[in-house]
């Protein structure tokens, strides 16, 4: 009897962010350095997450969002109607229940005011780069639409803008379905759609919390 092969494929990729270096947590904390200086600190940095992935043997790419203050600061930075004083309180449950409020170098940035404005593409600056740098297929990371509802409508404040999280969140899926149809159109073979709550759909209990907030 002859011998048969299997050949099984695998295939490797990232979840998309990496962690920053301290240069670059360091830089966002300075007031006094130049935008130009940041920018050549995050250039150096995704050449050098682009070389360590290709090291690897990674076919698909991404610049490990070191651009962004979070995973959802491109969104933040691109619309106009949130504003940054107004902290948004969450509550972490552990063993004992605690409210804390998100500041700082990956925080949230604040809550919806007014209505959004779209002013610049989410992601055109990211791309640019990867697509004279990527030693091979780019994959994007985007924040999901029904993200912000839930961490950026501050009760006695978003009402003057949007008095319902559901008129909040028809705001924002245009912006994010644009964006989606603009990477596709300039090559993004791979888009990765970040923290889309499915559990919210699953839980009775955050269906109830969601057909009480909506």
Partial sequence: MGSSKMI??????????????KELLDARKNPDLAPN??????????L???????QIGFKVFT??????????????????GLDREQDVD???????????????????????VSKLRQTKRLTKDELDFLK????GDIKMTLP????FPAIAYKKGVSERAYPTYSEFLWDIVPIMRAEIQALAQEGVKYIQIDAPRYSYYIDPKW????QDEM
Avoid: C
């Fill in 207 to 210: 269906r109830r919390h969601i």
């Fill in 90 to 112: 969450r509550t972490w449950k552990g063993g004992t229940p605690s409210v804390a409020v998100a500041k700082g170098v990956g925080a949230p940035a604040g809550a919806v």
């Fill in 37 to 46: 200086d940041l920018h050549a600190i995050e250039d150096r940095h995704i």
């Fill in 63 to 80: 610049d490990g969002e070191l651009r962004r203050t979070s995973f959802m600061g491109d969104f933040y930075e691109s619309v106009e």
């Fill in 144 to 147: 999901t639409a029904n993200q």
């Fill in 48 to 54: 050098e997450v682009l070389d360590r992935q290709k």
């Fill in 8 to 21: 099984t494929k695998y295939r490797a990729d990232q979840v998309g962010s990496f962690l920053r270096p």
């Fill in 132 to 135: 004279k740098h990527a030693p």
